[in-house]
């Protein structure tokens, strides 16, 4: 597969194949054309004597001074110069790989006035992996994510970073090596690449591919503890999510009975006289399935800004440039802050398991240990997993729900939806850890449900837990145990399907 940039559909599979290497992307020549066009256009504007936001004024609040053609590439150089101001720690080398394939696009649609030499130079760094440094605080998320978009396209004009493996090298440097000499943007250019949304979806676009997993495996550690605590497979029932139709519920509970389909463990207890399970085994559809429909909508919101134009002006024609508010960010930045609700929520409901497991109910040992008194057994990751959790709750206030004026009042009202994409990442990073330490409680509680067996996928989920931690007879370091289960949940070792 070929994907052609300006012109094709960008997914989330997509976008995430352009950026491994797996799927090829190009510029086609509908796309060069619309380029070409779009930049004749700004040429005609920039020297026109009518004041052109963008192409021959100033910005923010000095759109009202215009600038002569003389004046334009030394107005282009110091917006980006004066704009990468961004403070704190890089951030991963990927996520700028996809704010750079995520700019091409919306760049090669034809509305941006950019030349085609920059257009082309930004996919030399893709196709060399030359990526730019970028670090992680500065953007206000409207007017466009304009200190990391600065910094992820100063290397055009010769200044900022590469990543080099693990170091950072300085952008001059790597563009002699490779033979390229620096450009020198021209009118409307330098506008184009600091404005827009790149930084907060490319965020957004980790966080959804990340998330797609951790629901996935949020069912499969619930149907594991259920199992370990031999519960009921009752709420899953099919009749009892098509009375009440949310299309999460209706999965997860379509999950939930793939994974108890064919358990010995499960029928073994069939006609006990429990009654009802608590909350965080009962409603794993209602809960997992409200996470799952969140999902759903930052997805779909995200793939509509993949595709987007999201910078300013908007170049129309030779004689208009359409001065928006097109790089605004509060359409991800909102939606972004509801998943960060979502996925801490999945948390929250795995500690509660973790906590079930541990009170020494329904035949299962106090602390998952036989020993118990003079073995603590598995009593004091749960206290990792609380902690975590509440953690995940002080990251869900929603940055979306706060602005703080900008540029002397010109942009008064800002999205902070990059802060609400790095929360969602981190919310999402403590999930693994939560889900990693239930997952090993889970696989721990199904050794007292011996030699009752699980249905396949759950064996085999067992299985490779048992490959990297061993059933706990007697305390031992815990802390190996878990980092092993982390490690197998950032690698998606899991079979969740």
Known sequence: MTFKYGVDHLNLDI????????????????????????????????????????????????????????ETALLQKNLLITHAVGVGEPIAKAIS???????VHALSQGFSGIRLDVVERMLAFIDLDLIPVVPEQGS???????????????????????????????????????????LELQAKEG??????????????????TKMRYLLDLADLAGA???EGMQGSQSPFRAELHQIRPFPGNI????????????????AA???????????????????????????????????????????????????????????????????????????????????????????????????????????SGMMIPQYVTAALVTENKSLCFPPSADSVPTSMGQEDHVSMGSISGRQLNQILGNLE????????????????????????IIEQNHSLIRSKVAKLEEDRLLKPDIDAMIALVKAQAFIVN
């Open 269 to 375: 207890h069939v006609d006990c006289d429990r009654v009802q399970d608590p909350y965080s085994l009962r409603c794993i559809p209602q809960v997992h399935g409200a996470s799952r429909n969140a999902y759903n909508h930052l997805k779909d919101l995200a793939e509509i800004e993949m595709n987007s134009v999201t910078d300013n002006p908007i170049v129309i024609s030779s004689e208009e440039a359409i001065s928006g508010g097109s790089f605004h960010g509060q359409p991800l930045a909102m939606v972004l802050d509801y998943c960060s609700i979502a996925a801490a929520e999945l948390g929250n409901i795995a500690d509660r398991r973790c906590y079930l497991l541990l009170e020494g109910l329904h035949g299962l040992p106090r602390l998952l240990t036989s020993s118990g008194g003079l073995n």
């Open 251 to 266: 999965e997860v509970a379509a999950r939930m009975r793939k994974f108890f389909d064919g358990s010995q463990n499960m």
């Open 224 to 226: 594991m503890s259920i």
């Open 140 to 182: 206000v998320g409207a007017s466009g994510d304009l200190a990391p978009l600065s910094h992820l396209f100063l290397p055009l004009i010769g200044e900022g970073e590469f990543w080099q493996g693990e170091r950072m090298v300085p952008a001059i440097e790597m563009l002699r090596e490779h033979g390229l000499a620096p």
């Open 433 to 456: 850890k939560i889900f990693a330490i239930e997952l090993m409680y889970a696989a721990q509680a199904m050794e007292f449900r011996r030699p009752n067996t699980c249905s396949e």
């Open 97 to 103: 790989k996809l704010m750079l394939i995520t700019k």
């Open 15 to 70: 976008v995430n194949g352009i950026a491994d290497g797996s799927i090829k992307a190009e510029l086609c020549q509908e796309a060069i054309d619309k380029i070409n066009a779009s930049r004749r256009n700004v040429d005609i504007m920039a020297n026109s004597d009518k004041a052109i936001y963008g192409i021959n004024t100033g910005f923010g609040p000095l759109c009202d001074t215009q600038i002569s053609p003389t």
């Open 191 to 208: 506008l184009a690449l600091i404005n827009g949304t790149q930084f907060i979806l490319s965020h957004a676009i980790t966080a959804l």
